[in-house]
C-alpha cells in the first residue's frame, strides 16, 4: 500500500482493516500497512481492540504488538492470553513484545491452565526469547501431535516388523541375501 501515512489515512487504512465485509486481501494490505510506522493512531488501534472479537481482533493484536513499551498494549495481551482462544499466538506475542514481565505471566498461565502440546512449544520459546527458562511437568502422551512428532502412533504391534518400504523383516534377509549372491 503506497499510501502516505497521515493520521487521516491510517485511520482509514485501520477501518478497512476492521471492516469484515471488506474481502480478504484488503483486509491483509491494510494489516500489512499498520504494522510500522502508524505511532500516532496506536491509542486509536487499542480502543477499538476493546471493542474488536475474533480474528479481527487477532489481526489487530497483532499490528499493536509491533509497538512495544506499553503496559496497557502488554495487558491487552496478556487479557487475550487469558480467554484463551489462541493461546500459541498470544503467547508468541508476548514473546515479541520484548516485555521481561511476560516470562512471569506465561509461567504463571501455565499454573493455572494446562496447554496442549503446541501451545506448550510456543509458550516455552516465547518465555526462551525473552530470557527466560521454562520445562513443563505435565505429561504428553496422549496429545496427538506429541504422538505424531514423537512416532508414538506409526506403528502397531504387525507394523512393527516392517521397514520402510513395506517388507517385513524377513522378506528383508532375502534381499540382502539376493545381494550377496550378486556381488
Given amino acids: 500500500m503506497n499510501i502516505e ?3 487521516e489515512n491510517m485511520l482509514k487504512v485501520l477501518s478497512v482493516m476492521l471492516d469484515e465485509d471488506m474481502d480478504y486481501q484488503t483486509r491483509l494490505d491494510a494489516y500489512e500497512y499498520l504494522m510500522e ?9 487499542l ?3 476493546y471493542e474488536t472479537e475474533g480474528d479481527t481482533a487477532k489481526m ?29 499466538l498470544f503467547a508468541g506475542l508476548i514473546g515479541a513484545y520484548e516485555d521481561e514481565q511476560g516470562i512471569t505471566v506465561l509461567k504463571a498461565f501455565c499454573e493455572d491452565y494446562e496447554p496442549n502440546y503446541y501451545e506448550y512449544q510456543e509458550i ?6 525473552l530470557g527466560g527458562d ?33 517388507f517385513e523383516k ?12 550378486n556381488k
Fill in 5 to 7: 501515512k497521515t493520521k
Fill in 37 to 45: 510506522d502508524c505511532d500516532e493512531i496506536v491509542d486509536d488501534m
Fill in 47 to 49: 480502543k477499538k481492540s
Fill in 60 to 88: 489487530l493484536m497483532e499490528v499493536l504488538s509491533k509497538y512495544p513499551g506499553r503496559k496497557d498494549i502488554f495487558m491487552q495481551l496478556v487479557s487475550f492470553l487469558y480467554r484463551g482462544d489462541d493461546v500459541a
Fill in 124 to 129: 516455552k520459546a516465547a518465555i526462551e526469547r
Fill in 134 to 166: 521454562f520445562e513443563l511437568r505435565q505429561d504428553f502422551s496422549d496429545d496427538p501431535l506429541y504422538r505424531y512428532l514423537k512416532g508414538l502412533d506409526d506403528e502397531d504391534e504387525e507394523d512393527k516388523n516392517k521397514t520402510l518400504f513395506g
Fill in 170 to 181: 524377513e522378506n528383508k534377509n532375502l534381499l540382502e541375501e539376493d545381494e550377496e549372491e
